[in-house]
């Protein structure tokens, strides 16, 4: 028989087997590192790749602008401006609905598309039925989300309000637009597709439908080659001034973009974060684990050096049985990491809706991944093996002088007494090699610290609710008016029965602008002494509220690029639709929402209209919900009925839930990590005290004082590294939300009892398997076969 | 007939630093040991022989003096030098087998096999020592005795020049022993291999052609047997 295999390489195979357990468990920390890195990785490349693609493909517009109403002939001019490429002129509108089956109100945008054909830019993607036709008045595509939240098909009928006429509008399609990625309702931070939604009409027929024949309100336009924006809005503002031009905007400021960039940025930033971070802690975790492994070989190695085998032959052995493992890992992880990679970008396609995933394999990723991997086990073999080769081989084949132990502190204070044999010969172990304590309670509690960090963000995220609509709102409904009501509807809203409080609340919808940058929101008036609705800000203090000016967030001043003492334009959007200047008096922080605010005189005095509500939060009796509900629903004059729960619910469904998946992972891999380095460091202090433990059997030790000596020395290194991990888990979090933060959310550093609770448990609850693993295998220790083959 | 030299030591010492104590193995050696020959040191536990020999077989240095090997000086060589000796000249049996357990009997032979230069084949050498049958057993399916025959078969299998075996028959039983040391017993008749046996068991003196005897550190008296006894006429 030719034995093609080196008897070294099945020495190495066979060593593998003989330590399957130990490598399994190195193997699942190293996929967890690789899995997290390639999946979190991969997927925002994905998303990057697929949002570009789709600009590309649905030619999504460089800039936009709006004019109260410019004749169409003026696109000839448009078109020569310097710098401007494409250019297609639209109608857009605001509009009320009216969705059967769904009692709110629902408010939208209008665009108008070319009859019969893809409009040139903001193309659309088809997903179900099919353009609107030429001749055919009424037809609607509607947005992918909206048509998803009420079930509209094509072949349903929606009512809109269109200038103040009711129309029956006949659904023919669904579709997705690049320019509608993120549906958001002006003044929202998160979608509400049941309550907003964009649909596409027929160009003709929106014309007539907002006496704009010949006309149009909205253009936009592609950049030529190497044009600069500022330029072209420059020529353009000045072109479209004569007819009410609000001010051309760039790509960067069109709401959805600017908000998935936003939170593209937030995404990047995790995922280039933490599953570093993960990958790091793994590839220190293997480097510790495989140290001490090869360590054990010290006597092998020290026979095949007796035997001429040179240094590097040596490190090469022990380099190729890592690298199985290193290799088994890294490739498992990557499989796995594309694969929750692709899972996770099915999920983010939900929330985007862009018409593909353009999911490819980044080679560099999974290079990266295994690279330092590899790196990591590589340069815990050369650790290893380098000590090993430094003493002579007949002093490594020599039993190793009794280690020099000495009293501990404790015994030098003359505590022993205290102490029994056994408790001292533990306490003894961890102050003789206080290295090798220390790194396995760093390894430990690094993988408590990454638990943290993959489960804070549920305390975050709590926090942000109790005090978004705990302490800041109170109230347990929200009734908004069809139109701004008088006082005397509070008065009866009062007196309904099970209505506690109703607090009044005005909202003007306006369009705030500062230079050429504008926002659509609303300004909410705030009463003197609010009761249920408090204005309350990141530190949880109050907002002052001046009686002239408004208090605007600082993101939305970020937004406008705006200063307190600064004028802001205000169009209201209501009423009389005065535009008046307004000073910005001051800023306030909040966790989420882009707001502004105003004294609610004021606010009234904006619109001319006088002392007027748009609805009011009531506080009730729990169990009378239902029926105040009713009443509510049946008066005209109510548009909408909030309740608080929905809303969290809301909160919850979005950000949060994508965020929380993600958590999800990272927890449960965090855990895998855990379990791995504390089963490898029971397993290692076994093989290396094994001579000594079977030792102290034959002279008579119980198993279970066996087991003791072992695992009390784990279970003290365990309870040390649980409060390390906690303090190291809280500063890497802290550190992670501050490197999130993003202009849209601000994320507070929140983290509960319970989350450090649960990342001690599981930590705990692997040491505690660990245990029992190695406690069976002490229990089965041949006690004459360990004394005997060595020494 | 002036027998070719292989080991030459002059003032050989070594001084052990444990820690707290030193230890002074070698107090001075001055020795010569020659080609073919079977020579045991004799001498009680802690008198040196053990460090004598590492340091003749390239597993451990010296503090001071002088080692020649066939008249290259080995406390000259560095660790590469001591290792490209070890791996083409010098065969070890050592007192506890020192088998790789994860390999069998053939595939710890062929661990040595594999990187000489003219090796016999592992069954060759397993078959020299009386193992043909128990090729693919695992260290722990054998005995002490085969253990150790097994270790012998993988020192002599590169057919080195010199085979150190320290204390081969510590760990076993009498009659066992005896196996061993006659394993041994053929390999030096057969492939002329100059052997040293470690021993502290006076009896074994008795196959050997010299016999040099250690105490605290140095050579009290070298004795050269009229006549060598075979070792299976040996007992203890």
């Known amino acids: 028989m030719v034995n093609m295999m080196k008897a070294l390489d099945r020495k190495m195979l066979r060593d593998l087997w003989g330590m399957r357990g130990q490598a399994v468990a190195i193997v699942f920390v190293i996929l967890s590192g690789v899995a997290t890195y390639v999946s979190m990785t991969s997927v925002m490349d994905a ?15 460089d800039g936009f602008a709006t004019v109260r109403r410019a004749p169409d002939q003026l696109i000839g001019r448009i078109r020569e401006v310097p710098g401007v490429g494409l250019a297609e002129t639209r109608v857009v509108s605001g509009v009320n609905l009216e969705v059967p089956g769904f009692d709110e ?16 830019l903001n193309r659309l993607f088809i997903r179900e039925g099919r353009l609107v036709q030429p001749g055919r008045e009424g037809e609607v595509v509607l947005n992918e989300p909206f048509a998803e939240a009420h079930d509209l098909h094509p072949g349903d009928r929606i009512v809109a309000i269109l200038n103040g006429r009711y129309r029956d509008l006949r659904v023919v399609g669904v579709a997705l637009s690049p320019e509608f990625i993120m549906q958001l309702e002006p003044g929202s931070v998160f979608p509400d597709p049941q309550r907003y939604g964009v649909m596409w009409m027929g160009r003709t027929a929106l014309e007539a439908a907002y006496d704009m024949d010949g006309a149009f309100n909205d253009l936009v336009f592609t950049l030529a080659p190497g044009a600069d924006e500022d330029d072209v809005i420059d020529r353009l503002d000045m072109l ?9 905007y760039g790509r960067s400021d069109q709401p959805s973009h600017f908000f998935i960039t936003e939170e593209f940025r937030q995404l990047e930033r995790t995922s280039s974060i933490l599953p570093v971070i993960f990958l790091a802690v793994a590839a220190f975790l293997l480097n510790i684990v495989i140290t001490r492994l090869i360590s054990l070989q010290r006597e092998q190695i020290a026979v095949l050096k007796a035997f001429g085998y040179t240094n590097t032959d040596i490190g090469i052995h022990y380099a190729k049985l890592v690298m199985v493992i290193a290799v088994a890992g890294a490739a498992a992880g990557a499989v796995l990491g594309l694969w929750m990679g692709r899972g996770l970008g099915r999920i983010y396609l939900q929330y985007y809706r862009f018409p593909y995933l353009e999911y490819t ?24 093996v380098r000590r090993a080769v430094m003493l002579p081989p007949a002093e490594a084949m020599r039993p190793a002088p009794p280690a020099s132990y000495r009293a501990t502190i404790v015994e030098r204070l003359g505590l022993q007494r205290y102490f029994d044999q056994p408790t001292r010969m533990i306490m003894r172990e961890l102050e003789r090699r206080p290295v090798k304590a220390l790194l396995t309670v760093l390894g430990i509690s690094s993988s408590c610290a990454i638990l943290i960090m993959g489960l804070f963000f549920g305390d975050s995220f709590d926090y942000v609710i109790h005090v978004q609509y705990g302490l800041a709102q109170r109230e347990s409904l929200t009734v908004t008016f069809t139109e701004p009501t008088s006082t005397a509807a509070i008065c009866e809203l009062r007196g309904l029965p099970g209505v506690l409080y109703a607090e009044p609340f005005r909202t003007v919808p306006v369009k705030l602008r500062h230079g050429h940058r504008s926002y659509q929101t609303g300004i909410e008036g705030i009463p003197d002494d609010p009761y249920l609705r408090s204005l309350i800000d990141i530190d949880l203090e109050p907002v002052e509220i001046p009686p002239e000016g408004l208090v605007l967030t600082d993101r939305l001043a970020g937004i406008l690029d705006v200063r307190p003492g600064e004028d802001v334009v205000v169009e209201v959007q209501e009423g009389s639709r005065y535009t008046r200047s307004v000073p910005v008096a001051g800023l306030t922080s909040q966790f989420i929402g882009i707001a502004a605010y105003m004294d609610m005189q004021a606010a009234n005095r904006l619109t001319g209209i006088g002392m007027a509500f748009s609805g009011a939060f009531l506080m009730i009796d729990k169990n009378r919900e239902r029926e105040i509900t009713r009443t509510l629903s049946e008066r005209p004059r109510v548009a909408g009925i909030v309740s608080q729960e929905r809303a969290i619910e809301a909160f919850r469904e979005t950000t949060a839930q994508t965020m929380l998946t993600y958590t999800f992972i990272l927890s ?17 202090s ?8 079977a030792s102290l059997r034959v002279l008579g030790f119980t198993r279970g004082e066996v087991a003791y000596i072992l695992l009390g020395e784990l279970a003290v290194l365990v309870l040390l590294s649980i409060p390390l991990g906690f303090v190291l888990g809280s500063g890497a979090s802290a550190a992670l939300v501050r490197a999130l933060q993003t202009d849209l959310y601000q994320l507070p550093f929140v983290l509960g009892r319970s989350t450090l609770g649960l990342a ?4 705990l609850a692997s040491a505690v398997a660990s245990a029992l693993i190695v406690k069976w295998r002490l229990n089965r220790l041949d006690l004459v076969g360990v004394l005997k083959t060595r020494e | 007939m002036n027998p070719e030299i292989v080991f030459q030591t002059r003032g050989l010492t070594k001084v ?21 020959e079977l020579v045991v040191l004799l001498g009680a536990s802690g008198s040196g022989k053990s460090t004598l020999v590492n340091i003749l077989g390239g597993l451990d240095t010296a503090t001071d003096g002088e080692v020649f090997y066939r008249g290259r000086e080995l406390t000259r060589a560095d660790d590469r030098e001591l290792t490209e000796y070890r791996r083409h000249h010098v065969g070890f049996v050592f007192q506890f087998y020192n088998l790789i357990p994860s390999l069998t009997a053939r595939e710890n032979v062929a661990i040595v096999t594999e990187i000489a230069r003219n090796p016999m084949t592992p069954e060759e050498a397993l078959e020299l020592v009386g193992l043909g049958d128990r090729k693919d057993s695992f260290p722990a399916q054998l005995s002490g005795g085969q253990q150790q025959r097994v270790a012998i078969a993988r020192a002599i299998a590169k057919q080195p020049s010199v085979l150190l075996c320290d204390e081969p028959t510590g760990a076993l039983d009498s009659k066992t022993g005896v196996i061993v040391l006659e394993a041994l017993e053929r390999v030096n008749r057969e492939l002329k291999t100059t052997t040293v046996i470690i021993t502290h068991n006076a009896v074994q003196a008795d196959m050997a052609e010299r016999i040099i005897y250690l105490s605290d550190g140095l050579v009290t008296r070298i004795r050269r047997n009229a006549e060598k006894k075979a070792a299976r006429d040996l007992s203890w």
């Open chain 1, 760 to 763: 001690g448990l599981i930590v």
């Open chain 1, 240 to 248: 479209l001034r004569p007819y009410g031009g609000h001010g051309a």
């Open chain 1, 47 to 61: 998303l990057q790749r697929s949002l570009d693609m789709y600009y590309t493909d649905y030619r999504f517009a």
């Open chain 1, 686 to 693: 076994l093989s290396e005290r094994d001579r000594e433990l």
């Open chain 2, 16 to 36: 052990y630093d444990m820690g707290e104590v030193q230890v002074h193995a070698l107090r001075g050696i001055d020795l010569e040991l020659y080609a073919g």
């Open chain 1, 668 to 684: 449960l891999f965090a855990g895998v990590i855990a379990f791995g380095v504390v089963y490898n460091s029971a397993r290692i």
């Open chain 1, 105 to 120: 109100p629902v408010s939208g945008s209008i665009v108008s598309i070319p009859e019969g054909r893809q409009p040139t």
């Open chain 1, 361 to 384: 394999l980044n080679p560099g990723v999974v290079f990266t991944a295994t690279a330092l991997t590899i790196g990591a086990s590589l340069a815990g073999v050369l650790q290893a």
